[in-house]
């Protein structure tokens, strides 16, 4: 396995688990993820709920965004590297233009379920390239 395959393999979980991890130090933001956290004994974590919000959370999001994207070179099947790309496109959605909306928690709340699910299916089934460079279908 080569370093880019490696990169974008790990960077996808650890970029999910970091999301989860960032909104479970808000308790205001997201008060159902957040008293799972409390009751997994991270309630130390609401003292730094700023920095997780408005800066860790986004920060995980967009770099499970460009690795996903460029996982798709590594293993050349669009659908996969689509379903590692919603889960962060909704939750930078729902942080900035449609955080103003109430139902914007549950698109909050569907992202990161979404980013933790195709996480555990690429653990389970995980990408190979299925193609040469000259022939390549899915």
Known sequence: MNFFNLFTRSGDKISAFG??????G?????????????AM?????AQWE????????????WL????????YFAHKQ???????MVGPTLLLLSLYPLF??????YVT????????????????YPASKRCNDKNCTI
Not at 64 to 71: C, P, R
């Open 19 to 24: 999301a989860v991890i960032s909104a479970m």
């Open 26 to 38: 808000c308790s205001m933001c997201f008060p159902a993820i957040a008293s799972l956290g409390g």
């Open 41 to 45: 004994g991270m309630g130390f974590l």
């Open 50 to 61: 700023g920095l997780f919000v408005n800066t860790l959370l986004p920060a995980f999001a």
């Open 64 to 71: 499970a965004l460009v690795i996903n994207a460029l996982g």
């Open 78 to 84: 669009w659908l996969r590297s689509l379903a590692g």
């Open 100 to 105: 103003e909306y109430s139902w914007s928690t």
């Open 109 to 124: 709340y569907s992202a990161l379920i979404l980013m933790v699910v195709v996480a555990i299916v690429d653990l389970i």
